[in-house]
């Protein structure tokens, strides 16, 4: 199998030169998503509904490239305030909680924009038929 690349048709991709996933083989790389709704191009103010965005975003990428969220085997979380760890957490719980792939959250001083409070990056890997 070839390398594809998958795009949202975020202008940040095009902009920034990178793709929203990667697939390669088996393989699927979600680059870091943020809270976005990509169809409005809005941002929730709260971390609950950022979070739920960037799950949206990576589920619809992970499907485009043939794969799906039970795929998931790698997880990592950006969040800007500490205070928004408990609510990010429930929504990972909820979406995420039979799944539990390794991963990791950091307390980050800012990402991009100031609006932004939550980023994941996720990998995964086809599971054998």
């Not at 965005?53 to 589920?59: G, L, V």
Request: hydrophobic fraction near 40%; include cysteine; charge should be negative.
């Amino acid at each position: 199998m070839s390398r594809r690349l998958i795009s949202t048709g975020s202008p940040f991709e095009k902009a920034g030169g990178y793709s929203r996933a990667v697939v390669d083989g088996d393989f699927a790389f979600v680059a870091g998503t943020t809270g976005y709704d990509y169809t409005t191009m809005t941002m929730p103010e709260d971390v609950t509904n950022q979070s739920r965005n960037c799950f949206k975003t990576i589920q619809a990428v992970l499907e485009e490239g043939g794969f799906a969220m039970t795929d998931i085997v790698r997880a990592t979380y950006y969040i800007t305030d500490i205070k928004d760890a408990d609510a990010h957490f429930a929504v990972c719980g909820e979406i995420l909680g039979e799944i539990r792939p390794a991963s990791t959250i950091l307390v980050v001083a800012a990402l991009l924009k100031p609006e932004m409070k939550v980023e994941i990056e996720v990998t995964a890997k086809r599971r054998s038929a």
